[in-house]
């Protein structure tokens, strides 16, 4: 277990490395006001690094292998009302513990007073439970994934029309949090789980797209939730609070504030999962009590991770976002902030251990025409633009619906053209991009930006509608970046067929040429042994 930490410890450091270096250069330019703040960011870093690779060290020991279980276990059930219902509740516990989802949550909630975090986490989990029903019923039935995401993006962008503008994006940025590494390994193993065992075609390739469907729920539910805040409060919003993370408590009085936020994020997985290994999966005791004792370095691991973003990790970005609209700048000086938004996204990108993931599965599954290499940089690319848009969104001020809906609707459309196992994996795409260090640094960097435009705009400019959005932009951009590769790789397949095609026909019309030479000279021979 410890040869394993600190191989997961070193890991983790490198992968965050680049973040590192351009925190290190942004704090050399502009530096901070005092040495104690210094002691913070350092502090909250080595806390967000060793609380995350506790809490990987811990997913790998207990929560991934229970979820590979229960999702093994539908497979002995044949009732799809049974199936659903399972599939719901084990979605809604597997992402109330996601790391992401909590830091977003609190972010929220510290700026609008109404929403209350806890809540927040558990609507945006119901819609992900919803989601994952509803993915696993197309399994069952068959059902066209293209059809599936039409109808159920056409839902969204009808109920945007309805829900308080405060709320769009946040329900956009929620789904985008939802999935990450606790959630998605049980979502896939039910998918995987369910292919195998109702699915028509019996391939793995059924289950691609369930963390694309699933992630729908979260938007839907949010935007719901805020129709109905709306609605109950009269009408009206309350005032919002400044975003600040900046905190006055010592880490030990974070820590202990923290205690029973992550107990709530936590067992309930763990209760729930209980009934299955002991009754129905019949578990030895040394294997159940190996899995239960590996909850432990979890929950210490998500305190910690939590802990460390609240006392100082997210004190930077918050403080890069302030330092471009120091008084001594230039008025242009803003702008740079597009050049740092699109290095920071793509930094964070390639620096996603689920990414590498997913280029290791792409490149598995179009037998090594497309390369990880090839996915990374796309990401990376694409990401960077996506964190450049947030902020251009931010600085000018424009509603983010000007930007999701045609790259949403380029998404549906390019569905027509993709082949079928790169729609599923595209949609899975966008929920992987936007983890835990996305919400622990861009989200409090855009935040802050959002916080200055306001105040030169005299505390005008809604912070919720005007500085939130930067998940769901990290989570549009892989749809259409994954999806055009889909498009490349057809085309490429298509040509290698027809070129093979060609050249099985060069080859037959070879040996047809070769026979008719040769009985030409068999007839040539045959007349002269005639004449002699």
């Not at 910690?304 to 008025?331: C, H, N, T, W």
């Amino acid at each position: 277990m410890k040869s394993k930490f600190f191989q997961t410890v070193k890991e983790t450091f490198l992968s965050s490395l680049p973040l590192a270096v351009i925190i290190v250069i942004c704090l050399i330019i502009a530096p901070l006001n005092s040495v104690q703040d210094y002691i913070k960011v350092i502090v909250g870093y080595v806390c967000v690094v060793l609380g995350q690779a506790m809490f990987l060290v811990g997913l790998e020991t207990s929560i991934l292998p229970i979820g590979r279980m229960v999702g093994g276990s539908f497979a002995k059930y044949n009732k799809l009302a049974f199936v659903l219902t399972f599939g719901f509740v084990f979605g809604l516990l597997a992402t109330v513990a996601e790391p992401a989802l909590s830091v977003l949550a609190k972010q929220i909630g510290g700026i609008m007073p109404l929403v209350n975090a806890t809540l927040f986490i558990w609507i945006t989990g119901t819609g992900i439970g919803i989601g994952v029903a509803i993915a696993l019923l197309r399994i069952v039935k068959n059902i066209n994934i293209r059809l599936v995401f039409g109808v159920l993006y056409t839902l969204v962008f009808l109920l945007v029309i309805f829900s308080p503008s405060e709320f769009i994006a946040i329900a956009f940025d929620g789904s985008g949090a939802t999935t990450g590494d606790v959630s998605v390994p049980f979502i896939l193993a039910l998918g995987l789980g369910i292919s195998a065992t109702f699915s028509k075609s019996k391939t793995n390739d059924d289950s691609l797209g369930i963390i694309g469907i699933s992630s729908v729920g979260p938007i839907i539910a949010v935007l719901i939730y805020g129709i109905i805040v709306k609605a109950t409060n009269g009408g009206v919003l309350p005032p919002e609070n400044a975003y600040d993370m900046s905190t006055q408590k010592g880490l030990g009085g974070i820590l202990v504030g923290n205690l029973g936020d992550v107990a709530l994020a936590v067992l309930p997985i763990i209760l729930i999962s209980v009934p299955f290994l002991i009754f129905l999966l019949k578990l030895p005791k040394r294997t159940f009590v190996r899995l239960m004792l590996g909850v432990i370095p979890v929950y210490v691991g998500l305190l910690i991770f939590l802990s460390g973003i609240d006392f100082g990790f997210g004190l930077v970005g918050q403080y890069i976002g302030k330092m471009f609209f120091a008084p001594r700048r230039p008025e242009g000086f803003k702008w740079l902030l597009l050049l740092v938004g699109f290095i920071l996204g793509a930094a964070i990108t390639v620096s996603e251990p689920a990414v590498t993931v997913l280029g290791d599965q792409i490149e598995e599954l179009t037998n090594g025409h497309i390369k990880k290499l090839t996915i990374r940089l796309t990401l990376a690319i694409g990401i960077g633009f996506a964190s450049l848009l947030s902020i251009l969104k931010i600085l000018t001020e424009v509603n983010i619906l000007y930007f999701l809906v045609p790259l949403y609707a380029l998404s549906i459309i390019m569905m027509a053209f993709t082949p079928k196992l790169f729609v599923g994996l595209a949609f899975d795409s966008g929920g992987v991009t936007g983890g835990a260090l996305t919400s622990a640094f861009l989200t409090p960097l855009t935040l802050s930006i959002a916080q200055s435009v306001a105040e030169l705009r005299g505390g005008e400019l809604s912070i919720l509608t005007n500085g939130f959005g930067i998940i769901s932009f990290i989570s549009v951009t892989p749809l259409i970046a994954i999806q055009a590769l889909g498009i490349i790789y057809n085309i490429r397949l298509r040509l290698a067929k027809q070129a093979e095609s060609e050249s099985m026909e060069d080859l037959e019309q070879f040996i047809l040429d070769a026979n008719a030479e040769s009985k030409t000279l068999n007839t040539i021979e045959s007349e002269g042994s005639i004449n002699e």
